[in-house]
C-alpha cells in the first residue's frame, strides 16, 4: 500500500468534491500542504482534537468512496496493464513488426499519460 500521506492526498483528489467543505480543507492543508494539526487549528480557529476528529472522519469518507467507486484501483491497475504491453512488445522483433509495434505503443502512451 502507497504511503499514507500520499494515499490520501491520492484519493483526496478523486473524491475531495464530495466531502464535507470543512473537511476538505482540513484534508488539503493535513496531506497536501503538509500542515500539522495544531497549525490547522490556529488557521481555522478550531481546536486540536475537533481538527483531529474531522480528519479522521474525512479519511474515513475518502476510503469508503475508494471502496464502493474503486477509481484509485482501477487506474492502478490499467497503468500496469499499459505498462505490461510495452514490456510484451520490447520482446517482440520490431525489424519485422516494426508499425504494429509502434500503433500500440502510441496508444498504450497515451493512456499512460492521460492519467
Known sequence: MLEKNLFFSILFDYYGSLL????????????????????????????????YDTLKRAEKNLTEY?????????????????????????RIDYCKYKEEIDYIKNETDKILNEG
Open 20 to 51: 464535507k467543505k470543512n473537511q476538505a480543507i482540513i484534508i488539503d492543508l493535513y496531506y497536501n500542504q503538509d500542515f500539522s494539526l495544531g497549525e490547522i487549528a490556529e488557521q481555522l480557529n478550531m481546536s486540536r482534537a475537533g481538527i
Open 66 to 90: 475508494e471502496e464502493k467507486l474503486c477509481l484509485h484501483s482501477k487506474i492502478t491497475s490499467y497503468y500496469e496493464a499499459a505498462e505490461n504491453i510495452i514490456k510484451t512488445l520490447e
